[in-house]
């Protein structure tokens, strides 16, 4: 008999906790079992297996960062949106660095859920690009650029990689600075042909 007040939902936001505590690469079941006080078989009436357990703190992960980054951009635009979603993007990943981690992990083939959870992010970046008047192949272009620069800062600085003494936020709205330039000169670009 399952355990009262155990459900999926209990199961993934306890693993939700355990990344950010430990790390997404340390998540088991057993850890989670430990911290809902049940025994690990327990677990399996909720969730399949790790991977599963894994693919749905993902899906939960996702939606937040989606909804962090669409609160901070909505009613702005241009630059103003850039730093707003950057510094969304940047407070998720520092608050919540196990689920960040696992925003990064792609869907399996045929999984709606996540494939809808991460186009939910994917449709505030290109709001913010659009501002740009970038679309289409330049759009995906911008996107990645985005991701990548901001990704690499979130990840150098949670490594504790910025061991300099120069102020890391303002190391981080430089980014953003030159973040914005080049998409302002892709636009620019465009319009000149």
């Given at each position: 008999?399952?355990?009262?007040?155990?459900?999926?939902e209990v199961v993934v936001r306890e693993a939700c906790d355990v990344v950010d505590e430990v790390g997404w690469p340390a998540l088991t079941l057993a850890a989670?079992?430990?911290?809902?006080?049940?025994?690990?078989?327990?677990?399996?009436?909720?969730?399949?297996?790790?991977?599963?357990l894994r693919r749905d703190v993902t899906v939960v992960a996702l939606r937040e960062l989606g909804g962090a980054i669409g609160e901070a951009a909505v009613g702005r635009s241009g630059r103003v949106a850039l730093a707003a979603v950057a510094m969304?993007?940047?407070d998720y990943a520092t608050a919540h660095p196990g689920r960040y981690e696992a925003t990064l992990r792609a869907p399996a083939a045929g999984d709606?859920?996540?494939?809808?959870a991460g186009e939910a992010v994917l449709r505030v970046v290109l709001a913010v690009?659009?501002?740009?008047?970038?679309?289409?192949?330049?759009?995906?272009?911008?996107?990645?650029?985005?991701?990548?620069?901001?990704?690499?800062?979130?990840?150098?600085?949670?490594?504790?990689?910025?061991?300099?003494?120069?102020?890391?936020?303002?190391?981080?709205?430089?980014?953003?600075?030159?973040?914005?330039?080049?998409?302002?000169?892709w636009a620019a670009a465009r319009l000149r042909g």
């Open positions: 008999m399952p355990r009262a007040g155990l459900s999926r989670v079992a430990g911290r809902l006080g049940v025994r690990l078989p327990s677990l399996y009436k909720h969730v399949v297996g790790l991977d599963a969304a993007y940047r709606d859920d996540h494939v809808a690009l659009s501002g740009y008047g970038l679309d289409g192949a330049e759009a995906v272009d911008a996107t990645r650029v985005l991701r990548a620069g901001l990704h690499g800062f979130v990840s150098l600085e949670r490594a504790g990689g910025f061991g300099m003494p120069q102020d890391v936020d303002h190391s981080f709205a430089r980014l953003v600075d030159a973040l914005h330039e080049a998409l302002a000169e």
